[in-house]
């Protein structure tokens, strides 16, 4: 399962002895729990395979978390965190424009930190599980509203430049949002013949078909343009 190197450079700096502070053994159990669920899903996934996968005692992770609930809960947090303070980071360094705006957000969306098989493999299997879906509501469903709203208001920003008729900007918007799901779970079943340019490729060309004098529907060579 190939690792984003952000998780891999945390991992080969944690020392293995007992002077790692609280905030970094926690980190270390969140890492192992997303290996072990990218590996084996919540059924194979036990407080065992975890403290196995961080190098840990039983008892490190008991003291962390109360139990492999809080464990998962706290691992699907961490994600929805890391995506958010990314597009933040990237949305807020963007040119000035809506389109650069919205753009660096759909770069963010397929950023190889956040858009990998390991982590993908975890959010599907949140979405994919009764049982964890309330988890993932519970704890992401305000991070989720935030960026839609970003997404909302530059998709309501570029309408309002190109005098667009008919367009619903919440409406794209949330087209855009399912889209991008889709994408990301065509790059966990495909992940061999779909890339991360390809993703936002099409992105593109579904913005293209509605604010056709924003977006150019991009080329085999050519990402996006503004006209």
Request: aromatic letters at 10%; a neutral charge; one cysteine or more.
């Amino acid at each position: 399962m190939k690792e984003d190197a952000v998780s891999l450079n945390f991992k080969n700096a944690v020392s293995p002895g007992r002077t790692a502070s609280r905030e970094v053994r926690r980190r270390q159990l969140i890492e192992a729990t997303i290996d072990s669920i990218a590996e084996r899903g919540f059924s194979g996934t036990t407080l065992a395979t975890v403290t196995k996968g961080a190098s840990l005692s039983h008892g490190i992770v008991n003291f962390h978390f109360k139990n492999k609930e809080t464990l998962f809960s706290e691992t699907i947090r961490f994600l929805a965190e890391e995506h958010r303070a990314q597009w933040l980071e990237t949305v807020e360094k963007a040119g000035s424009t809506p389109l650069e705006k919205l753009l660096a957000l759909i770069d963010t969306n397929f950023h190889p930190n956040i858009c990998n098989r390991r982590k993908l493999s975890v959010w599907f299997a949140f979405f994919g599980e009764s049982k964890y879906r309330s988890i993932y509501r519970d704890r992401c469903a305000e991070i989720d509203t935030e960026r839609m709203n970003e997404t909302e208001r530059l998709c309501r920003l570029i309408n309002e430049e190109g005098a667009y008729d008919r367009v619903d900007p919440g409406f794209v918007a949330r087209g855009l949002e399912a889209f991008m799901d889709g994408l990301w779970l065509n790059m966990l079943i495909y992940s061999k013949t779909f890339s991360r340019s390809e993703a936002k490729k099409e992105c593109i060309a579904y913005l293209a078909a509605i604010f056709e004098n924003h977006f150019s529907a991009p080329a085999n060579s050519q990402a996006c343009n503004s006209k």
